[in-house]
Every structure is written in C-alpha cells, then in structure tokens.
C-alpha cells in the first residue's frame, strides 16, 4: 500500500494498493464493502521467487539470510559493522547508509523519536500513522543516527502503539516545544557525540512540524486483529485507512506485514 501526501497540506493522506504497474485508489473505496482473499501464494519482493513463509516483511529466506537490507543493523543502525569489513553488501551500504539521515520527533500514539533516510520523507511518518512530525537534526550516516536515535530513547518511545494510534484519541503535541524540551535534556550527550563523529556531523535544523490527516469516517473502539495467515478471506466495509492499516467494520489489517502476498480484491 502506498501512501502519498494530499495537494493540498489539510487533505487527507491519499492511499493506493499496489501490484506490479496497477494502483488501485483507496480513499474512495471508503464506506464502501471491500473483499480481500489471499490465494495462499506469497513471492519474495526481492527475487520473486515462491516462498512458503515470509522472512522480515517479503522477503523468501534466502533473500532473508543474505541482503543487508534484512540484517539486524538496519533495525539497529547503532550497530552498522561496515567498518568491520562484514558488510553483506558493502555496496547497497555505501548507497543506503552512508547518507544523510534525518532524525525525527513524531506523534503517533504519542511523542517518538525515529529515523530515516532523507529521501523517505514523509512516507516514513504516513507509515506509522503519526499525527504530527518534526525533523529535528541531520546526520552524515544511518549509523550515526542510530547513535542520536539511542540516546534520544532515554527520554521518549521509539515505537508506535499501534492499537492507540488506530483508535484515533492522539492528543496533538507542541513538537518544537517537545524539541527545545529534548536538546535542554540531552545537551551533554549531544556534544559528546560531536565530540566523537565531528561538530559537523549532528546538525541541528530549524523546520516547522508537519501535519497529517488520515482518511477515517470511524474509528473503532476496540481494536481487533485480522491475519491472513490464520484466515485468507478478509472483508467487511472499510472505514478508513491510517498508517499501514485498512479499518474494517470487522476489525483491522497491517498490510505491511503481508508484502508479497497475492492478494485478490473485490
Ligand atoms: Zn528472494
């Protein structure tokens, strides 16, 4: 599912399916009976290869076992061990990593703090649903934002709770009050760092927080699961989109967690 901000900032999220070339617009399939059934077939996002199982969001096992991007440091970008010479592929790294990385405070469920690459702005803060989000510094590497990401994490989540982002009560937040609030904490911590990687390398920026609306006529009370693994039929009337999720009357569904899903609608 891919999601894309609106011409205008105040529009709702707009949301498209995917296949191959084929996009099927989401937002005004709200309100509307929609029926997902999986045909039990899943092919690797990577290779397109059949797999049976799918390894970290799409991917087949081989793929899984050998691509950086699937590698635990990508999750942990602290632990980048490029310099160690064990890059399993050093040239993806050199492309992917070795870039400028933004480091972000969003409301999604609540203040997070969060990285990304430069380039996944704002698709990154659609993804997780977030509210409201502020870039507050750019660094020179993933690596280096995991370092910033890390000491960030004494003071805020790094993660979504996802049940209280779909039931939709997310407060808004003052995010450069949040900001202030968070360089004022973490100043010591933050010149060490500068200290380590270069004055240069940890910049602080100046942005104004960004605004999302999603597309929801309801959002539910009580959040309820549904799995494609446990059951290949999905249906009921779809009441909104947010994050990577479609809100059916009949509960809800990560579509990111069944990338390479063949998936047929109606
Ligand atoms: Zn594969």
Redesign the pocket.
């Known amino acids: 599912m891919a999601a894309a901000m609106p011409s205008r900032q105040d529009d709702n999220v707009v949301y498209h399916l995917r296949a191959g070339d084929h996009r099927m617009p989401l937002n005004e399939r709200i309100g509307e009976h929609l029926r997902l059934a999986w045909s039990g077939a899943i092919a690797?996002t990577?290779?397109?290869?059949a797999?049976k199982k799918s390894f970290a969001q799409g991917?087949?096992y081989?793929?899984f076992k050998r691509l950086a991007q699937c590698d635990t440091c990508i999750m942990k970008p602290e632990t980048c061990h490029y310099h160690q010479g064990t890059c399993r592929e050093p040239e993806w790294g050199e492309k992917h990593c070795f870039q400028p990385h933004i480091v972000y405070l969003a409301n999604s469920s609540g203040l997070k703090v969060g990285i990304t690459r430069k380039t996944q702005m704002p698709t990154r803060w659609l993804d997780q649903g977030a509210i409201q989000a502020l870039p507050v510094l750019e660094v020179n590497t993933r690596q280096q934002s995991g370092f910033v990401e890390m000491l960030f994490k004494e003071q805020v989540a790094d993660r979504t709770n996802w049940r209280a982002m779909l039931k939709g009560d997310v407060e808004p937040l003052d995010l450069v009050a949040e900001r202030d609030r968070l360089f004022d904490l973490l100043a010591d911590g933050l010149g060490q760092l500068r200290d380590l990687h270069g004055a240069d390398a940890i910049r602080t920026l100046d942005e104004k927080p960004l605004d999302f609306h999603y597309p929801v006529l309801t959002f539910p009370r009580k959040v309820v699961s549904h799995n494609f693994d446990k059951q290949s039929l999905v249906e009921g009337v779809l009441q909104g989109v947010k994050g990577q999720y479609l809100m059916f009357d009949s509960g809800v569904i990560n579509l990111r967690k069944f990338t390479g899903y063949e998936i047929s609608i109606a």
């Open positions: 690797c990577h290779c397109g290869r797999t991917h087949c081989p793929c």
